[in-house]
């Protein structure tokens, strides 16, 4: 049984910041990459950031890098999103995701058909 929470979601003016926060429970130990997305209105889930839990390697959509930092704390079973300088088009659901412990390539790592477990979403609103 494998579950993820997010939590942290909100509404921000934009220049402003959230952290959010995925709880992992169950066994996922096998994983080797951890991921957060986001889907806005008729729009397709886009892979925002994702980290190599072994080797700590982080990857970043090019819309984020600079404001957005993916990272975990193993001893609670919780990877975070801190965003930064937030802005209106940043507006969507998130969701964190995890593999099922695959051999994930880097060229894949943002891609939503390599993970397995999903969460079931915090909602990001950013006005200007």
């Known amino acids: 049984q494998v579950q993820l929470v997010e939590s942290g979601g909100g509404s921000v003016q934009a220049g402003g910041s959230l952290r959010l926060s995925c709880a992992v429970s169950g066994n996922i130990d096998i994983a080797n990459c951890m991921a957060w997305f986001r889907q806005a209105p008729e729009k397709e889930r886009e892979g925002v950031a994702a980290i190599y839990i072994g080797a700590g390697v982080t990857y970043y959509a090019d819309s984020v890098k600079g404001r957005f930092t993916i990272s975990q704390d193993n001893a609670n079973n919780t990877v975070y999103l801190q965003m930064d300088t937030l802005k209106p088009e940043d507006t969507a659901m998130y969701y964190c995701?995890?593999?099922?412990?695959?051999?994930?390539?880097?060229?894949?790592?943002?891609?939503?058909?390599?993970?397995?477990?999903w969460g079931q979403g915090t909602q990001v609103t950013v006005s200007s």
């Open positions: 995701a995890a593999d099922a412990g695959m051999p994930v390539v880097p060229s894949l790592v943002l891609h939503r058909v390599v993970y397995h477990y």
